[in-house]
Every structure is written in structure tokens, then in C-alpha cells.
């Protein structure tokens, strides 16, 4: 960037605006499925941290901020308490099937004042996978923007470029003008909403909100980007980070103990494990009452130290209701792969006089391994009865008792 574009974006060389009120939009619905398998990558560890929590971070240190805001997959709603638990931040926002739509929902959030008291004066929208922030680029994209443009940060274009086909190269680009977009980016609030709108009725899908504001005739300026602010994408850029700043941490084990009990109620079936078994009568509970799969989930959770099922899962909660208990159990799996760890071998025993256990344990432990991913020799479901005693022997209902055995990095 050049000195006089700098200067012009200094700011220094700007008068102070103490009462523009700026809300910042983290965008962080997206799947990054570039980025490989397991966890969207704003909810994955990086340096012991979720990087949604680095990048909401950045941000809430920020004297000039007034107001947070997440865009979030409402699937990864236990996800994102957990990455937002340590800040004093607005509730996160439900996002669309695109990245354009996820912005366009935060946008019409920020605009109800119901829920906001009054919109902002600027927004700036940002990446949840760009945690590498820092605030001198912050300070800058807000010097750039006023109410009549908007501002985004920017690297020049340092590579010869190389149009290609099949193969083989057809043309060189020039790179004169060219730059990178990095985010956040900002923008007058109202007129940034308005060209999502008009965006969103002429059913254009563009690259980056820049491009949405271009199109409806809004100034936007460049101002100098970050080197390291750079957007986790694949799983080589997490690799990158970990391998040039921390040194590789010991997995030491930890073990978590379940237990669950559902009364029988009437039906013609329950869930047992993940198996469907046909029975004189059903199991009670919010959601599929999967005894063996609730008393496993908790096992995990408990190796975590991450609470129970019902603080993730709240059995008040109707998005719970008639819930495969699976999802409880894969959304465990997922914590601990966030956390860098690995579970090493799982063990359930189910308590009761009937149905009969025996004829579905391998079905029990196949669907177990495949919901958690791991080898089905990591799973041992096994049946006991309490002699006619207590509860289970009258045939009021069926227990579970599991454990779980996770390795996970040492704390430092």
C-alpha cells in the first residue's frame, strides 16, 4: 500500500468519533469442509482454544466495540456455549444456507431494535476461521470508514499470476491493482443492509460483502492488511499453527463414569444402544430414552469434566423431543476431538430382566464404534440382572451403567 494511501487511512489523521456505536457480525455458520473431517473449524482447538473463542476475543478487548455478534448452525448451538462461555456477549444468531445468507440474518438481527435497543452506526463483518486478528487492524478498518464507504483490509497481490487451461499456462495476469481481502470488513450499517437486501431479492450470490456493496454503489475503501491474519481453511494451516507454537503435549488418560435409568411406559418397542428392539412396552423420556446411550454420553462428558447430558442437552428443551440418541453421543465424540483427544475404549452394562440383551450386542457395539468412530474392539456391551431385585427386577424399567476411557493432552 502506498504511503498516501496510509496516511489516508491512518487513525491519526482522522477526527475521533466516540460515539459511533460499532457492533461486530462473526460469521461462524459455515461446515469448512476444506478444512477435513471432524468439527467445523471454528469450534476446533487450536493452541488449546476454540478458534471462535480467539476471534470473539480479538474483538471484546476492544475499547471502540459496543456490541458482539455470532452467526451460528443452529445444529452447533452446544458448540458455540461452550466457545462464548467466558464472554459478555449478545445471544448468537441463527445463519443461512450461504455465507451471503448467514451476513443478511446477522444484519436483520442487528436491525431489530427490540432485541438490539437501537442498530449500530457501523458493523463490521468477520470470519470466524481469521482468529489471528489484531487490533491495530481493527483500529485501522474503522479509521477507513465513515458514513458514506465502507472499508476492508487489504495485502497487494505479490505473485505473477498464471491464467491456465488443462494444464498448461495460456496467459500472465498482471498483478497491478490486484489485492487480497482479508475481513474484517466495515461498512455503514443501514446502507450495508440495503444492499443485502437488494441482494437477496435479485438473487445474487457474491464473494465477500465488499462485493455486495460495490454492486449497490457504496464507496469502499482499502486499507493495509495482515500478513498474519490469515483464514484457517485447510487442515494444513492448523497443522502450520500448532507445529511453529506449541510443542507436542503428552496424552495422559482420563476415565468418566454414566449411569441412567428410564421407567417403562406403553409401546410396542424401545432403543437399546442405538437398536431398535421390538417389546411389550417402551421406555419413557424426552427424548428416545436410549439408557444405554444416555449413561455413555454421560461417561464421556464425565472424562471431559464438560458437565452432564442434561446441561447439553436440556430435557426442557422441545428441540429435544423424540431426539435420536445417537446425536447426544456423537456430539460427546466431537468434544473430545476438539479438545485433541481420543477415546481409547468404552464399556455399558445394561440392568434388566427384559428384553433379552444377548441377540443384539453386536448390533449395539457396531452402531456404537460407528457413531463415535472407532474401532468396535474399543466397544464392550455386555447384561446383568438384579435377580428379581429392586426396580429392574420387577420390570418397572431399565438401568445402565457405563464408562469411558478418553486420553487427552495434559494440562499445561
Same mark, same amino acid.
Given at each position: 500500500?502506498?504511503?498516501?494511501?496510509?496516511?489516508?487511512?491512518?487513525?491519526?489523521?482522522?477526527?475521533?468519533?466516540?460515539?459511533?456505536?460499532? *457492533?461486530?457480525?462473526?460469521?461462524?455458520?459455515?461446515?469448512?469442509?476444506? =478444512?477435513?473431517?471432524?468439527?467445523?473449524?471454528?469450534?476446533?482447538?487450536?493452541?488449546?482454544?476454540?478458534?471462535?473463542?480467539?476471534?470473539? $476475543? +480479538?474483538?471484546?478487548?476492544?475499547?471502540?466495540?459496543?456490541?458482539?455478534?455470532?452467526?451460528?448452525?443452529?445444529?452447533?448451538?452446544?458448540?458455540?456455549?461452550?466457545?462464548?462461555?467466558?464472554?459478555?456477549?449478545?445471544?448468537?444468531?441463527?445463519?443461512?444456507?450461504?455465507?451471503?445468507?448467514?451476513?443478511? #440474518?446477522?444484519?436483520? #438481527?442487528? #436491525?431489530?431494535?427490540? %432485541? @438490539?435497543?437501537?442498530?449500530?452506526?457501523?458493523?463490521?463483518?468477520?470470519? +470466524?476461521?481469521?482468529?489471528?486478528? &489484531?487490533?491495530?487492524?481493527?483500529? &485501522?478498518?474503522?479509521?477507513?470508514?465513515?458514513?458514506?464507504?465502507?472499508?476492508?483490509?487489504?495485502?497487494?497481490? @505479490?505473485?505473477?499470476?498464471?491464467?491456465?487451461?488443462?494444464?498448461?499456462?495460456?496467459?500472465?495476469?498482471?498483478?497491478?491493482?490486484?489485492?487480497?481481502?482479508?475481513?474484517?470488513?466495515?461498512?455503514?450499517? %443501514?446502507?450495508?443492509?440495503? $444492499?443485502?437486501?437488494?441482494?437477496?431479492? #435479485?438473487?445474487? /450470490?457474491?464473494?465477500?460483502?465488499?462485493?455486495? *456493496? /460495490?454492486?449497490?454503489?457504496?464507496?469502499?475503501?482499502?486499507?493495509?492488511?495482515? /500478513?498474519?491474519?490469515? !483464514?484457517?481453511?485447510?487442515?494444513?494451516?492448523?497443522?502450520?499453527?500448532?507445529?511453529?507454537?506449541?510443542?507436542?503435549?503428552?496424552?495422559?488418560?482420563?476415565?468418566?463414569?454414566?449411569?441412567?435409568?428410564?421407567?417403562?411406559?406403553?409401546?410396542?418397542?424401545?432403543?437399546?444402544?442405538?437398536?431398535?428392539?421390538?417389546?411389550? =412396552?417402551?421406555? !419413557?423420556?424426552?427424548?428416545?430414552?436410549?439408557?444405554?446411550?444416555?449413561?455413555?454420553?454421560?461417561?464421556?462428558?464425565?472424562?471431559?469434566?464438560?458437565?452432564?447430558?442434561?446441561?447439553?442437552?436440556?430435557?426442557?428443551?422441545?428441540?429435544?423431543?423424540?431426539?435420536?440418541?445417537?446425536?447426544?453421543?456423537?456430539?460427546?465424540?466431537?468434544?473430545?476431538?476438539?479438545?485433541?483427544?481420543?477415546?481409547?475404549?468404552?464399556?455399558?452394562?445394561?440392568?434388566?430382566?427384559?428384553? !433379552?440383551?444377548?441377540?443384539?450386542?453386536?448390533?449395539?457395539?457396531?452402531?456404537?464404534?460407528?457413531?463415535?468412530?472407532?474401532?468396535?474392539?474399543?466397544?464392550?456391551? !455386555?447384561?446383568?440382572?438384579? /435377580?428379581?431385585?429392586?426396580?429392574?427386577?420387577?420390570?418397572?424399567?431399565?438401568?445402565?451403567? $457405563?464408562?469411558? @476411557?478418553?486420553?487427552?493432552?495434559?494440562?499445561?
Amino acid at each position: 500500500m502506498s504511503q498516501s494511501a496510509r496516511n489516508a487511512t491512518d487513525p491519526a489523521n482522522l477526527p475521533p468519533r466516540p460515539s459511533t456505536r460499532i *457492533a461486530v457480525l462473526i460469521v461462524a455458520a459455515g461446515r469448512g469442509q476444506r =478444512a477435513g473431517e471432524g468439527l467445523p473449524k471454528q469450534y476446533r482447538l487450536l493452541g488449546g482454544k476454540m478458534v471462535l473463542s480467539r476471534s470473539i $476475543a +480479538a474483538f471484546a478487548c476492544h475499547p471502540a466495540i459496543h456490541s458482539i455478534h455470532v452467526v451460528i448452525n443452529p445444529d452447533d448451538r452446544a458448540l458455540y456455549d461452550t466457545a462464548a462461555a467466558n464472554f459478555d456477549i449478545a445471544p448468537p444468531i441463527k445463519g443461512g444456507a450461504t455465507r451471503q445468507g448467514s451476513v443478511h #440474518a446477522g444484519l436483520m #438481527a442487528l #436491525a431489530d431494535e427490540k %432485541q @438490539t435497543g437501537a442498530p449500530p452506526d457501523l458493523v463490521l463483518i468477520h470470519d +470466524a476461521a481469521r482468529c489471528f486478528v &489484531r487490533k491495530n487492524l481493527i483500529d &485501522r478498518v474503522i479509521a477507513a470508514c465513515d458514513a458514506g464507504s465502507g472499508a476492508i483490509p487489504a495485502l497487494a497481490v @505479490t505473485d505473477t499470476l498464471k491464467r491456465g487451461d488443462g494444464g498448461q499456462i495460456i496467459g500472465t495476469v498482471s498483478r497491478d491493482q490486484l489485492w487480497r481481502a482479508q475481513t474484517p470488513q466495515g461498512f455503514p450499517f %443501514q446502507p450495508l443492509l440495503k $444492499a443485502h437486501q437488494n441482494a437477496a431479492l #435479485a438473487g445474487e /450470490e457474491m464473494t465477500d460483502d465488499a462485493a455486495i *456493496a /460495490e454492486a449497490a454503489g457504496l464507496p469502499v475503501r482499502l486499507t493495509e492488511g495482515d /500478513e498474519e491474519n490469515i !483464514k484457517l481453511t485447510t487442515p494444513a494451516d492448523f497443522a502450520r499453527y500448532e507445529t511453529q507454537n506449541h510443542e507436542p503435549r503428552t496424552l495422559e488418560p482420563r476415565t468418566g463414569l454414566g449411569f441412567d435409568v428410564h421407567r417403562f411406559e406403553p409401546g410396542d418397542h424401545l432403543w437399546l444402544c442405538g437398536i431398535r428392539i421390538a417389546h411389550s =412396552a417402551g421406555l !419413557k423420556g424426552h427424548s428416545d430414552a436410549d439408557v444405554g446411550l444416555h449413561a455413555l454420553t454421560d461417561a464421556i462428558l464425565g472424562a471431559l469434566a464438560d458437565g452432564d447430558i442434561g446441561h447439553h442437552f436440556p430435557p426442557d428443551d422441545p428441540q429435544w423431543k423424540g431426539a435420536s440418541s445417537d446425536r447426544f453421543l456423537a456430539h460427546a465424540g466431537g468434544l473430545v476431538r476438539a479438545a485433541s483427544g481420543r477415546i481409547s475404549h468404552c464399556d455399558i452394562t445394561l440392568i434388566c430382566e427384559r428384553p !433379552k440383551i444377548g441377540p443384539h450386542m453386536m448390533a449395539m457395539r457396531q452402531k456404537i464404534a460407528d457413531t463415535l468412530d472407532l474401532d468396535i474392539r474399543r466397544i464392550s456391551v !455386555k447384561a446383568t440382572t438384579t /435377580e428379581g431385585l429392586g426396580f429392574t427386577g420387577r420390570r418397572e424399567g431399565i438401568a445402565a451403567q $457405563a464408562t469411558a @476411557t478418553v486420553l487427552l493432552p495434559a494440562p499445561d
